[in-house]
């Protein structure tokens, strides 16, 4: 999900994009309303974060804006302004807004009030939330993975890209995932040039998340073309260790 924020604030702006990246959600920053408005009318987004005052067309009108254009009618919208009056609140919210939050503005509740909207407007991207697999439970929202390994359980929260490489990887389990797709589920586009941070990646899964024969799971590597993460049978679990000859 692509979230465009307009604050005219640096720091303020810079700080949210981190916690929503933080959160697994891509962000786009304008200062300016007018730009903001330029921007949206190029490259729409799946969410808009509108401070009031800013410069060029102002949050309120950016929202009305918004409103009265087809491709952002349906878009969810939330102020985040320092207007804190009843009267201010009131035409936020009657003018489109889905949700108003006051400044300073808090990272769990802001996060929180973003996925609440998320549900709302997108829920076929919000269906399956928590992917169990094996031992394994991966929780979208809190971006951790439970492994029930053979050792005991572990609890690990990954960053953003390395959770949306883990997602994918679990929900094509015994399929070969190409590196052009794993490029373009991460960073939004299939470039070659990312092809080492991919294989990066995927090595620190499979230490983080403990991907190894004695817990069912194995990521390997298919030359000249991606990857593939399997499921193996309890059967095959232990024909692997017995071949190796030790254990993973």
């Not at 309303?33 to 410069?55: I, Y």
């Not at 207007?83 to 503005?105: F, N, R």
Request: glycine letters at 8%; a neutral charge; charged letters at 30%.
């Amino acid at each position: 999900m692509r979230i465009a924020i307009l604050e005219d604030v640096v720091k303020q702006a810079h700080s949210v994009a981190g916690w929503l990246y933080r959160a697994g959600y891509d962000s786009v920053i304008r200062h300016d309303g007018n730009k903001f408005v330029d921007m949206l009318e190029n490259e729409p987004a799946d969410m808009l974060l509108l401070d009031w005052d800013v410069p060029g067309k102002c949050g309120i009108d950016v929202l009305k804006w918004a409103r009265a254009t087809r491709s952002h009618a349906r878009v969810p919208i939330i102020m985040l302004t320092q207007h804190d009056d009843e009267q201010s609140i009131v035409q936020g919210l009657d003018s489109g807004a889905d949700d108003y939050l006051v400044k300073p503005a808090r990272e769990g509740e802001l996060v929180a009030r973003i996925r609440a909207q998320a549900r709302k407007y997108y829920p076929e991207d919000h269906a399956e939330r928590r992917l169990k697999v094996g031992r394994y439970t991966l929780d979208s929202d809190a971006r951790t993975v439970l492994v029930d390994g053979a050792d005991g359980q572990k609890l690990v929260t990954l960053p953003a890209r390395e959770f949306k490489l883990a997602m994918y990887l679990f929900r094509h389990v015994g399929c070969v995932v190409t590196k052009d797709a794993l490029c373009q589920e991460i960073w939004g586009e299939a470039d070659r040039k990312y092809d080492a941070t991919v294989a990066t990646y995927v090595s620190k899964l499979r230490g983080s998340l403990q991907l190894r024969s004695k817990n069912g799971m194995l990521v390997t590597t298919v030359y000249n073309h991606g990857y593939r993460l399997e499921e193996l049978p309890q059967a095959g679990r232990r024909s692997v260790h017995a071949r190796a000859g030790f254990a993973n």
